[in-house]
């Protein structure tokens, strides 16, 4: 075991560093900026069924629906197809409307999560046409589906994940720009500079794991709070889901991810001098909403953590700690903006003294109800 951890001390860990690299083989032979090709070979002859869709069904469980959220605003801004995001468990037991016209993309990393089968096994009966986005290849999702494309991430062995999250919105993101180039929703012009950002996240998530000795600073700050609150809007906003849902899974920390708007509708409630606050606030066409909101904050004495783009001026200036990342377009930012916050979870839950790797009540992937 030791040599598969190839010298770290977790799994988590070394699967949080390993992206730059599993990002990189999720893309390669399949986007080239230069020639403004997209290649997916596993969507076959099946991709003019997304071209032509009337609506996207995304069904998918934990971390998986979170990239499923992610990929919702980005079909939606470059495909102008209308997406809903399901929860595989809801989903299959509500005797949902699916029309012809419906596709349905299923996401899941281990390709065996019960309730995701079940959902694709339901939509299928209904005559809907189902893409898989699964990291274990010749899995039950992967075999269930009509077509699809692995995340080619490897193996992700520790519980919460980390590598198989920037995977999905790799590959999501690809057969968006594709269905977005078919479509003709998207010029030639706005295409290139997609695929040539696409290729920069690679060398960009690798600076983000650079801030790992910052981060683990800050951890040790929080170790000992009893609650969390992360909040993000736009593209920010699943990542503050996300991040939320790192922490209680391997810290047992309560940590509620919320869209930063939302936030008066309940949660600012929480808000005292105890309570740390993880603003997702990268420079996007939300910023200045962000800002406001941190404002909300720290009126009422909350602490603020904000991850923020490298040279920003005006946020440091409100928050108590401040991680920068590099600039990257919008809607490519959760690779990016993600990585900070696996890394403050998994910091905060080894100064507990947590089983990273293993914790409490959770399976790597469930194939019961
Ligand atoms: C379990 C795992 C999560 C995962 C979820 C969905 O809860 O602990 O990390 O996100 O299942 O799994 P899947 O394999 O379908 O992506």
């Not at 080239?32 to 997304?50: A, F, M, W």
């Not at 016209?101 to 999560?113: C, F, K, L, N, R």
Request: aromatic share 8%.
């Amino acid at each position: 075991e030791a040599i598969e951890k190839g010298g770290y001390e977790h799994f988590m860990i070394k699967e949080i560093f390993e992206q730059p690299r599993s990002i990189k083989d999720c893309m390669r032979g399949r986007l080239d900026s230069q020639t403004g090709r997209l290649i997916l070979g596993g969507l076959r002859e099946y991709v003019n069924k997304l071209v032509n869709a009337d609506r996207i069904l995304i069904v998918a469980c934990g971390t998986s629906w979170h990239a499923g959220l992610v990929a919702e605003y980005f079909f939606e801004e470059f495909c102008r197809i209308p997406v809903e995001v399901e929860y595989a468990s809801e989903f299959r037991y509500r005797n949902p409307v699916i029309r012809e016209g419906d596709v349905v993309i299923a996401i899941s990393q281990s390709g065996e999560t019960a309730d995701t089968l079940a959902a694709i096994e339901l939509a299928k009966s209904k005559g809907a046409i189902i893409f898989g986005v699964c990291n274990v290849v010749g899995s039950s999702i992967a075999r269930a589906t009509h077509a699809g494309a692995y995340t080619h991430a490897g193996p992700e062995i520790g519980v919460a994940s980390t590598k198989a999250f920037t995977a999905q919105l790799t590959v999501l993101n690809m057969i968006a720009l594709l269905v977005a180039q078919k479509k003709g929703t998207i010029t030639e012009q706005k295409l290139h500079e997609m695929l040539v950002e696409m290729e920069t996240i690679p060398e960009k998530v690798e600076r983000a794991l650079q801030l790992n000795d910052q981060i683990q600073d800050i951890a040790a700050t929080f170790k000992d709070a009893h609650n969390f609150i992360y909040l993000g809007r736009g593209y920010n906003f699943p990542v503050a889901l996300e991040g939320a849902l790192k922490l209680k899974e391997i810290s047992y920390i309560h940590a509620e991810g919320y869209p930063a708007a939302e936030m008066k509708h309940g949660p600012i409630a929480l808000i005292d001098e105890e309570m740390p606050v993880v603003f997702i606030a990268t420079r996007d066409s939300s910023y200045e909403k962000v800002v406001s909101n941190i404002q909300e904050v720290k009126a009422r004495k909350g602490r603020v953590i904000s991850v923020v783009t490298e040279g920003d001026q005006l946020i440091p200036k409100m928050s108590e700690f401040v991680i920068e990342v590099p600039a990257v377009h919008e809607a490519l930012m959760p690779m990016v903006s993600v990585i900070p916050l696996q890394l403050l979870s998994y910091h905060i839950a080894v100064m507990r003294g947590c089983n990273v790797d293993q914790p409490r009540n959770l399976a790597k992937s469930v194939t019961v109800e």
